[in-house]
């Protein structure tokens, strides 16, 4: 049975399917939607910086999938549409262009 799945916005097979690497901790590769890499502490460019509490897991979802913000009580909030609001004023617009 081959494993195929997806870490930071590529497609792997236990390795890098493009280049072979193994999958394991950061993101060696930027972005395939946003062109930039994890953060030091391995969020999402994008997203990672949301600064609540409440937030326990967020993705950008990097083009392949959905976006999600994932709270503590369990409640979570899907789709760029809905995550945009929860962002600093001063970004939303450039996400705005970006996302949507």
């Known amino acids: ?17 493009d280049t072979k690497e193994p999958v ?3 993101a060696p590769h930027a972005c395939p939607k946003c ?3 994890q953060t030091e502490e391995g969020y999402d460019p994008c997203i990672g910086f949301l600064q609540d509490e409440n937030i326990i897991a967020t993705c950008c979802g990097h083009g392949i999938y959905p976006p999600y913000v994932v709270f503590s009580d369990g409640s979570r909030v899907d789709g760029w549409a809905n ?3 929860l962002l600093p004023e001063q970004l939303q617009k450039q996400y705005r262009e970006i996302w949507t």
């Open 83 to 85: 995550i945009i609001p």
């Open 1 to 17: 049975m081959t494993v195929i799945g997806n870490h930071f916005g590529r497609k792997t097979i236990w390795v890098y399917a």
């Open 35 to 37: 062109g930039k890499r």
């Open 24 to 26: 394991e901790g950061m």
